[in-house]
């Protein structure tokens, strides 16, 4: 985050905060796995701190990351592929958006004509 108006009055830096934001929502941590992880780097921040940056910057966050990831094309393609594992036939469909990003895999054993 570059704003440093957002972080005044805060003890640690901002690096620290987005660092332990950051690990909250990415990996589903509790605040208490965020904290011991922290106590790991040398940073003492009890987990109602790390609580308090994640209710106040944490949609902050997600909303600046929201606009960098941009928006899905309008186009999109299916394919699909026959896959032998194990010596098995499976069928392989892949969504694909026209910038080249997968949507969606999924792999069968038999192949059903009609939608589910």
């Known amino acids: 985050m570059k704003n440093t108006k957002m972080y005044a009055g805060y003890r640690y830096p901002s690096q620290v905060i987005s660092h332990a934001v950051w690990l909250y929502h990415l990996f589903t ?3 208490r796995d965020v904290e011991e992880l922290l ?12 609580r308090n ?5 944490g ?5 600046q990351i929201r606009k960098k ?17 194990n ?4 069928y392989l469909w892949r969504a694909v958006v026209q910038d080249g ?8 054993k038999r192949r059903k004509k009609e939608a589910p």
């Open 101 to 108: 990003d997968e949507l969606d895999i999924l792999v069968q």
């Open 59 to 63: 949609n902050q966050y997600s909303s």
């Open 69 to 85: 990831r941009g928006q899905l094309g309008d186009m999109w393609y299916l394919d699909e592929v026959f896959v032998k594992i």
């Open 39 to 50: 106590a790991a780097r040398g940073i003492d921040a009890s987990y109602e701190t790390v």
């Open 53 to 57: 940056w994640c209710v106040k910057f």
């Open 29 to 31: 941590l509790s605040f």
């Open 87 to 90: 010596g098995v036939l499976h």
